[in-house]
């Protein structure tokens, strides 16, 4: 059973920057798709980022030129930079995985990071 495990979030001023880490077992992490998730109070998940098994990255719109996503094999760990953070931004952050991009989420949700954007 695939267990995703991540962390980092905080409490940070607008403007200010964040790096999230999430760790997964259980399961190939080389071969598979990684994302960010995030969800803000009363809303679903909503993908902010993605990489491929490969390294390809595919953003939100909303987060294009802040967020940079990117993987570490030998660690099993998926990274989230955050720059340039907006009150937007708040919400708790979850790391997921697929077999593609198309096809996640495709594991349980973890216990996710808060993230908390201050004006």
């Known amino acids: 059973q695939v267990q995703l495990v991540e962390s980092g979030g905080g409490l940070v001023q607008a403007g200010g920057s964040l790096r999230l880490s999430c760790v997964a077992s259980g399961s190939i992490f080389s071969r598979h798709a990684m994302g960010w998730y995030r969800q803000a109070p009363g809303k679903q998940h909503e993908l902010v980022a993605a990489?491929?098994?490969?390294?390809?990255?595919k953003y939100a719109d909303s987060v294009k030129g802040r967020f940079t996503i990117s993987r570490d094999n030998a660690k099993n760990t998926v990274y989230l930079q955050m720059n340039s953070l907006k009150p937007e931004d708040t919400a708790v952050y979850y790391c997921?995985?697929?077999?593609?991009?198309?096809?996640?989420?495709?594991?349980?949700w973890g216990q996710g990071t808060q993230v908390t954007v201050s004006s």
């Open positions: 990489i491929t098994s490969v390294g390809l990255t």
């Open positions: 997921n995985q697929g077999p593609t991009i198309a096809t996640m989420p495709f594991a349980s």
